[in-house]
């Protein structure tokens, strides 16, 4: 079957199996939702408009994703009313908000039509170009006088297109003025329904972000965001880089760099956006407040912390509120899973602007997600590579634990000039290094009463059951779980877990909390050295995928791998 010339790449039953067996659903709250019912008139109408927005910014992160992903999906929705195969094609389609992408199962990526391929620059740079050509143009513009251009280029919020034999750069304002104007409008009836004058603020700041193409609108955006601890309604238009691959690759030009960092000229990967929607829950919320309590103490027991500006406990003090969510819409860049789905996030990322300009930081927990797991696969995992004495220790509130630690462990550490320096690494390095500031640090917690020694072994043996025990080699070096790798090689090596004959797990709690702290002092000497050689030895050395990591995984895959996601939203 073809959907505009473009043949679909799997048979009809194929993408039957992966839609029907290999797909699991992440339910969204409705309006019988108990926070829903607690909210204002105003409130509930204000929600309403902002899940409008998050639809709206979909369409903006397929364009920013590929070229062919509005025409395809268009294509695919007028099919489906009428073929099963095109309504099935469809689904795998929203899943991965997109025509191609990695599973985190699968070597090569999932791509559902003969002849269209990701890009490594996604749809932000022109398809045609690689990085040697972008190195050469890059210095050929240097070369000619171009700098302030250049700088416009690799700056995380445009859209680059061929100008001759040069490049330009496109501000997102300009790029998604419509869809932009659309969202505003969208935020600015939400915030006249809302009952929350903090909120009320926030939305006309990054309504104005939207219209305006001034980074400073962005920075005083941020700024209010970050600052709302008790309001009822969640919004956040997130920005993250992970998918734009190419930008990084500038770095492997020492010469470049040196010419690039003489001009004070950063390059930072395109911004990828999405939208949430939600309900702050305040229950759920108080737990992570008692963890906030502890981080500027925290930030003082970090590795080589006289080397580095801290993020947090520094000059500027503890800026950081943090709140559990009971989610609406995810959208855009959330909504593509391919291979997972977000369980938190703590943002404005380091190469964000406004933490230079002295804002904050929001840590943001989805309830609805991480209340998705199979349980029933679990306790099988559990009963075959776990010995019985620690299957008390497993259960997913202790991941969510770990969690918070993890987002927390973002704030703390060297900042973006450090990370932004390791190229390629940079996110592979940043998000184990985020997990070992948890695992390194959750006696602290204990000794401040937050949790319990028994708690602190759930928190462990979880960790390592969830995360370590993977499914597959993280296929296109997927960040998070090539970290994951990381930790489970070295934490082996180290003596703090092991297998018996029967290839149960054992654990040494007390070098877990060695161990951990050991590696997330290596972590930090990469981060320091600026150096990505550094960073590819280290990342090499410890991301050997052994027998005993091939039998875990072989073992999870034969009770049913399902790594494709359907959100479902109700509103």
Same mark, same amino acid.
């Given at each position: 079957?073809?959907?505009?010339?473009?043949?679909?790449?799997?048979?009809?039953?194929?993408?039957?199996?992966?839609?029907?067996?290999?797909?699991? %659903?992440?339910?969204?709250?409705?309006?019988?939702?108990?926070?829903?019912?607690?909210?204002?008139?105003?409130?509930?109408?204000?929600?309403?408009?902002?899940?409008?927005?998050?639809?709206?910014?979909?369409?903006?992160?397929?364009?920013?994703?590929?070229?062919?992903?509005?025409?395809?999906? =268009?294509?695919?929705?007028?099919?489906?009313?009428?073929?099963?195969?095109?309504?099935?094609?469809?689904?795998?389609?929203?899943?991965?908000?997109?025509?191609?992408?990695?599973?985190?199962?699968?070597?090569?990526?999932?791509?559902?039509?003969?002849? @269209?391929? /990701?890009?490594?620059?996604?749809?932000?740079?022109?398809?045609?170009?690689?990085?040697?050509?972008?190195?050469?143009?890059?210095?050929?513009?240097?070369?000619?006088?171009?700098?302030?251009?250049?700088?416009? @280029?690799?700056?995380?919020?445009?859209?680059?297109?061929?100008?001759?034999?040069?490049?330009?750069?496109?501000?997102?304002?300009?790029?998604?003025?419509?869809?932009?104007?659309?969202?505003?409008?969208?935020?600015?009836?939400?915030?006249?329904?809302?009952?929350?004058?903090?909120?009320?603020?926030?939305?006309?700041? /990054?309504?104005?972000?939207?219209? =305006?193409?001034?980074?400073?609108?962005?920075?005083?955006?941020?700024?209010?965001?970050?600052?709302?601890?008790?309001?009822?309604?969640?919004?956040?238009?997130?920005?993250?880089?992970?998918?734009?691959?190419?930008?990084?690759?500038?770095?492997?030009?020492?010469?470049?760099?040196?010419? !690039?960092?003489?001009?004070?000229?950063?390059? $930072?990967?395109?911004?990828?956006?999405? @939208?949430?929607?939600?309900?702050?829950?305040? =229950?759920?919320?108080?737990?992570?407040?008692?963890?906030?309590?502890?981080?500027?103490?925290?930030?003082?027991?970090?590795?080589?912390?006289?080397?580095?500006? %801290?993020?947090?406990?520094?000059?500027?003090? !503890?800026?950081?509120?943090?709140?559990?969510?009971?989610?609406?819409?995810?959208?855009?860049?959330?909504?593509?899973?391919?291979?997972?789905?977000?369980?938190?996030?703590?943002? +404005?990322?380091?190469?964000?602007?406004?933490?230079?300009?002295?804002?904050?930081?929001?840590?943001?927990?989805?309830?609805?997600?991480?209340?998705?797991?199979?349980?029933?696969?679990? =306790?099988?995992?559990?009963?075959?590579?776990?010995?019985?004495?620690?299957?008390?220790?497993?259960?997913?509130?202790?991941?969510?634990?770990?969690?918070?630690?993890?987002?927390?462990?973002?704030?703390?550490? +060297?900042?973006?000039?450090? %990370?932004?320096?390791?190229?390629?690494?940079?996110?592979?390095?940043?998000?184990?290094?985020?997990?070992?500031?948890?695992?390194?640090?959750?006696?602290? #917690?204990?000794?401040?009463?937050?949790?319990?020694?028994?708690?602190?072994?759930?928190?462990?043996?979880?960790?390592? $059951?969830?995360?370590?025990?993977?499914?597959? #080699?993280?296929?296109?070096?997927?960040?998070?779980?090539?970290?994951?790798?990381?930790? #489970?090689?070295?934490?082996?090596?180290?003596?703090?877990?092991?297998?018996?004959?029967?290839?149960?797990?054992?654990?040494?709690?007390?070098?877990? %909390?060695?161990?951990?702290?050991?590696?997330?002092?290596?972590?930090?000497?990469?981060?320091?050295?600026?150096?990505?050689?550094?960073?590819?030895?280290?990342?090499?050395?410890?991301?050997?995928?052994?027998?005993?990591?091939?039998?875990?995984?072989?073992?999870?895959?034969?009770?049913?791998?399902?790594?494709?996601?359907?959100?479902?939203?109700?509103?």
């Amino acid at each position: 079957m073809k959907i505009n010339g473009f043949k679909i790449k799997y048979s009809a039953a194929d993408i039957k199996q992966r839609v029907s067996k290999q797909m699991r %659903q992440v339910v969204l709250i409705d309006e019988e939702n108990e926070s829903y019912k607690k909210l204002s008139e105003g409130d509930k109408k204000a929600l309403k408009y902002l899940v409008n927005a998050a639809r709206i910014i979909n369409d903006v992160a397929l364009e920013m994703d590929h070229p062919m992903n509005l025409v395809q999906k =268009q294509a695919l929705e007028v099919a489906a009313e009428k073929s099963p195969y095109a309504a099935n094609t469809l689904k795998l389609f929203n899943s991965l908000n997109g025509v191609a992408g990695s599973n985190g199962i699968d070597k090569e990526p999932v791509e559902i039509f003969e002849g @269209i391929h /990701q890009y490594a620059g996604c749809n932000f740079y022109p398809t045609d170009l690689d990085a040697a050509e972008l190195s050469r143009i890059i210095n050929k513009m240097l070369d000619d006088g171009k700098a302030e251009e250049v700088r416009k @280029i690799l700056s995380a919020r445009t859209m680059v297109r061929r100008d001759g034999k040069y490049l330009k750069a496109i501000d997102y304002t300009e790029y998604f003025a419509d869809e932009f104007s659309e969202i505003a409008n969208e935020l600015e009836c939400a915030a006249h329904f809302t009952t929350d004058e903090l909120f009320k603020d926030y939305l006309g700041w /990054q309504t104005q972000a939207l219209l =305006q193409n001034n980074e400073e609108m962005d920075i005083l955006a941020d700024k209010h965001w970050a600052k709302m601890q008790d309001t009822p309604l969640e919004f956040t238009l997130s920005r993250e880089n992970y998918d734009d691959k190419l930008t990084s690759q500038l770095f492997s030009d020492k010469a470049l760099c040196a010419r !690039l960092e003489a001009l004070r000229i950063n390059p $930072v990967p395109k911004d990828m956006l999405g @939208i949430r929607v939600g309900i702050v829950n305040k =229950q759920g919320t108080e737990l992570l407040l008692k963890f906030k309590n502890e981080m500027t103490k925290l930030a003082s027991l970090m590795p080589y912390s006289d080397k580095y500006e %801290q993020n947090v406990g520094g000059k500027n003090g !503890l800026k950081q509120t943090m709140v559990d969510v009971d989610i609406a819409a995810l959208t855009g860049d959330y909504a593509l899973c391919r291979g997972g789905i977000t369980l938190a996030q703590n943002l +404005p990322n380091n190469d964000k602007p406004s933490l230079a300009h002295g804002g904050g930081r929001r840590n943001v927990y989805h309830r609805q997600v991480r209340r998705s797991g199979e349980s029933e696969k679990t =306790q099988e995992i559990l009963k075959k590579l776990v010995i019985p004495e620690l299957h008390k220790y497993y259960d997913n509130e202790y991941d969510h634990l770990f969690t918070i630690g993890h987002e927390n462990g973002h704030s703390l550490g +060297p900042d973006s000039t450090y %990370q932004t320096a390791l190229g390629i690494y940079h996110h592979i390095i940043e998000e184990h290094k985020a997990d070992m500031v948890s695992a390194a640090m959750m006696p602290e #917690y204990v000794k401040a009463g937050i949790i319990s020694e028994e708690e602190l072994k759930a928190i462990y043996v979880t960790w390592i $059951v969830k995360r370590h025990f993977m499914k597959a #080699y993280p296929q296109d070096r997927e960040a998070h779980r090539m970290a994951d790798l990381i930790e #489970y090689n070295y934490l082996h090596d180290y003596g703090a877990f092991w297998f018996d004959d029967d290839k149960k797990l054992h654990v040494d709690f007390v070098k877990m %909390q060695s161990g951990s702290r050991s590696l997330l002092e290596k972590i930090i000497e990469v981060q320091l050295s600026k150096s990505p050689e550094v960073a590819e030895k280290f990342v090499n050395k410890w991301t050997e995928w052994g027998e005993m990591l091939k039998y875990i995984s072989e073992f999870k895959q034969s009770l049913g791998i399902r790594p494709y996601i359907d959100i479902v939203s109700s509103f």
